[in-house]
Every structure is written in C-alpha cells, then in structure tokens.
C-alpha cells in the first residue's frame, strides 16, 4: 500500500499565528476576485471573519499584504501587494517540501 503522511503548518509571530492554510486561502482567493467580500465567499468564510483574519495578517507583517479601498458608489476592492504574493509563494514552498520530507521518512519505516 502507498502512504502518505499529511500535515498543516503555519507561521507564528510572536502575536500568535501569521500564515496559515485558511490564511493563505483567503490571500490568493482575494488576488482571484479582488475583492474581500467575494472571496470570503468563495472560501465559505463569513466576511467578518475574513476581515478579522487579514486585519491580523496585514498587523503582523512587515508590510502589508492586501491593500483595501473602501466600497461607496464605486464599490470597494482588495489586491494583494508584492509583498502578499512573495508570502503565499514562501508558504506553499514551504508546504510542499515539508510533505516531500515527511513522505520521504515515511518510506524508510515499513508498516
């Protein structure tokens, strides 16, 4: 039989968690519809949780994430910054090589 091992990780501050793969769903969700509302529900999230989750984000990065523009007559919107991108690229390498490394210790213990 073929196993693989799974696992979640995430990035803490000392504020508590940073990045995380709700987080970052809710990052590239925005970058796809740009806009915080839609991708709160695109992700089945409620928009105040959304909100809450990148006000968090954008407080403990470096630099913000997203940028957002108050809705009005025009409506409002979110991108996401270079800085945003460089950090769901950094997560999901990071990701993906800790399951290739949890893959490659599963093969030398036989179950």
Same mark, same amino acid.
């Given at each position: 039989?073929?196993?693989? @091992?799974?696992?979640?990780?995430? @990035?803490?501050?000392?504020?508590?968690?940073?990045?995380?793969?709700?987080?970052?769903? $809710?990052?590239?969700a925005i970058?796809?519809?740009?806009?915080?509302?839609?991708a709160a !529900?695109?992700?089945?999230?409620?928009?105040?949780?959304?909100?809450?989750?990148?006000?968090?984000?954008?407080?403990?990065?470096?630099?913000?994430?997203? !940028?957002?523009?108050?809705?009005?007559?025009?409506?409002?919107?979110?991108? $996401? =910054?270079?800085?945003?991108?460089?950090? !769901?690229? =950094?997560?999901?390498? @990071?990701?993906?090589?800790?399951?290739?490394?949890?893959?490659?210790?599963?093969?030398?213990?036989?179950?």
């Amino acid at each position: 039989m073929d196993y693989k @091992i799974r696992s979640r990780i995430w @990035i803490e501050s000392k504020d508590g968690v940073f990045l995380g793969e709700g987080r970052v769903r $809710l990052l590239k969700a925005i970058a796809q519809t740009g806009s915080l509302s839609k991708a709160a !529900i695109i992700i089945e999230m409620s928009y105040k949780k959304a909100w809450n989750l990148l006000d968090s984000m954008n407080k403990t990065a470096q630099k913000p994430l997203v !940028i957002t523009a108050t809705g009005g007559k025009g409506g409002g919107g979110a991108s $996401l =910054t270079a800085y945003g991108e460089k950090a !769901i690229q =950094t997560f999901d390498t @990071i990701n993906q090589k800790c399951w290739e490394f949890l893959d490659h210790e599963l093969k030398k213990v036989s179950l």
